[in-house]
């Protein structure tokens, strides 16, 4: 089993800047992956960013150049560092991480972007 804990979300107005973090309840180091998705109202749950056990990322097309992922093994701890928002980046995020076999996510953390 594996528990994941976000944090960071809250409310900022477009074109700020929020750092959401996630922190595993073990060592990340054989993850296969850790990343972030999101979900808002009424619309199906979507990537954000992930990466890989090898340092590797992928991002969702809405977010390119705008959103960075890195990951502190020493901390088990994934961040996104999300830049330029918008209103249309408002939705509930959360952590997940591949772990053979299975993937794990977070409770969720609100993010809300005002105009």
């Known amino acids: 089993q594996v528990q994941l804990v976000e944090s960071g979300g809250g409310l900022v107005q477009a074109g700020g800047s929020l750092i959401l973090s996630c922190t595993a309840s073990r060592n990340i180091f054989s993850f296969n992956d850790m990343g972030w998705f999101r979900q808002a109202p009424g619309k199906v749950r979507e990537l954000v960013a992930i990466?890989?056990?090898?340092?590797?990322?992928n991002y969702g097309d809405s977010v390119k150049g705008r959103f960075t992922i890195s990951r502190d093994n020493a901390k088990n701890t994934v961040y996104l560092r999300m830049n330029s928002l918008k209103p249309d980046d408002t939705a509930v995020y959360y952590c997940?991480?591949?772990?053979?076999?299975?993937?794990?996510w977070g409770q969720g953390t609100q993010v809300t972007v005002s105009s």
């Open positions: 990466i890989t056990s090898g340092g590797n990322t």
């Open positions: 997940s991480a591949l772990v053979p076999l299975s993937r794990y």
